[in-house]
C-alpha cells in the first residue's frame, strides 16, 4: 500500500516551495524518465493553458482574447527551422522538408538562377554575421 502523498506529479515553483518546507526524510524526489517526459510535460502545459483560457472565459476575455492567448502560446512553441540541423526522416510525426521550407521562403523571383528571401526565425549571431560580410567583400 503506497503512502499518502503526491505521485508522479511534476514538481512547478508553487510546490517547490512547498516541498523545501518538508524534512528530506519525509520526502522521495526523483528525475522524470526520459521516455515520459514529452507525455508529461504536454498534460500539465495542457492543464495550465485550460486553465488560463477558463479563467478568461468567466468573464474576464472573450473568445477573441481566447483566441490571442492561444496563438501567443503557440508561437512561443519552437518549430523546427531548416537553419537548425535538422533530421528530414519522412516520418509521419517528423517534420516535412517541404512545409518546412515554406515557412522560411520569404519570397521568390525568377527561375534560373532563383533569387530567396529567407524569413529568420532569430536573429543570426553576430560572430556568423561578420564571417558572412567577409565572404560577400
Known amino acids: 500500500m503506497l503512502n499518502p502523498g503526491l505521485y508522479e506529479q511534476l514538481i512547478n515553483r508553487a510546490l517547490c516551495q512547498e516541498l523545501e518546507s518538508i524534512p ?3 520526502k522521495s524526489v526523483a528525475p522524470v524518465d ?3 517526459a514529452a507525455e508529461m510535460l504536454w498534460r ?8 488560463a483560457l477558463s ?6 476575455g472573450d473568445v477573441a482574447d481566447q483566441v490571442a492567448l492561444a ?5 512561443l512553441l519552437p518549430e523546427t527551422s531548416i537553419a537548425q540541423s535538422s533530421l528530414f ?34 536573429e543570426i549571431p553576430a560572430k556568423f554575421l561578420k564571417k558572412t560580410q567577409q565572404v560577400i567583400g
Not at 55 to 60: N, P, T
Not at 71 to 75: C, P, V
Open 24 to 26: 528530506a526524510e519525509r
Open 34 to 36: 526520459p521516455a515520459e
Open 44 to 51: 500539465y502545459i495542457a492543464e495550465v493553458a485550460k486553465r
Open 89 to 122: 526522416t519522412g516520418a509521419v510525426h517528423e517534420p516535412q522538408m517541404f512545409s518546412e521550407l515554406k515557412k522560411e521562403i520569404a519570397s521568390h523571383t525568377g527561375s534560373r538562377p532563383m533569387n530567396i528571401v529567407w524569413q529568420l526565425h532569430q
Open 71 to 75: 496563438n501567443r502560446l503557440i508561437g
Open 55 to 60: 479563467g478568461m472565459a468567466e468573464g474576464r
